[in-house]
């Protein structure tokens, strides 16, 4: 149990040091959309997961985007409004709507993907290769774990 005098090092505490990272590095990668595709970078999450998984519902997406259903929402009725997004009603449950991609939404997808892959092999340069498969594996474990303690708190 840490010091209740202790003092909280804000450039090494790791959540902080994350959110940042991840904040950056969204930002960087939606200035490579934003202009030109005109999309938000939830709008974009939520192509990216329809264009992997599809069809999805709005809960689903969210789910996979790890964002909260009022945003995914949102960005699904923008990017229906634009025809990239497609609303199919569940014949076995009238209550249920899977999305996917309209044509025109995977054209822009089609576009936006070598991008985004591009701005990530240029990121992980930082890294060597063994550095790289570390990462990922630090990650993931990571994830797991911080998945697991919210599922305890």
Same mark, same amino acid.
């Given at each position: 149990?840490?010091? /209740?005098? !202790?003092?909280?090092?804000?450039?090494?505490?790791?959540?902080?040091?994350?959110?940042?990272?991840?904040?950056?590095?969204?930002?960087?990668?939606?200035?490579?959309?934003? !202009?030109?595709?005109?999309?938000?970078?939830? !709008?974009?999450?939520?192509?990216?997961?329809?264009?992997?998984?599809?069809?999805?519902? =709005?809960?689903?997406?969210? !789910?996979?985007?790890?964002?909260?259903?009022? =945003?995914?929402?949102?960005?699904?009725?923008?990017?229906?409004?634009?025809?990239?997004?497609?609303?199919?009603?569940?014949?076995?449950?009238?209550?249920?709507?899977?999305?996917?991609?309209?044509?025109?939404?995977?054209?822009?997808?089609?576009?936006?993907?070598?991008?985004?892959?591009?701005?990530?092999?240029?990121?992980?340069?930082?890294?060597?290769?063994?550095?790289?498969?570390?990462?990922?594996?630090?990650?993931?474990?990571?994830?797991?774990? =911080?998945? /697991?303690?919210?599922?305890?708190?």
């Amino acid at each position: 149990m840490p010091n /209740a005098l !202790q003092a909280l090092e804000l450039e090494k505490f790791l959540p902080y040091r994350l959110s940042v990272l991840a904040q950056l590095v969204s930002e960087s990668l939606h200035d490579l959309y934003a !202009q030109p595709f005109g999309l938000s970078v939830t !709008q974009w999450r939520v192509m990216a997961a329809l264009g992997r998984f599809a069809p999805l519902t =709005a809960s689903d997406v969210g !789910q996979r985007i790890v964002m909260d259903k009022v =945003a995914v929402s949102r960005a699904v009725a923008g990017l229906m409004k634009r025809g990239l997004v497609e609303r199919a009603t569940d014949r076995s449950d009238r209550r249920r709507a899977s999305l996917k991609l309209s044509a025109r939404g995977r054209a822009m997808h089609a576009r936006i993907v070598p991008l985004a892959l591009g701005y990530e092999a240029r990121l992980y340069k930082a890294l060597s290769p063994d550095e790289r498969r570390g990462f990922d594996a630090l990650s993931d474990r990571l994830f797991a774990h =911080a998945t /697991a303690l919210r599922g305890t708190t």
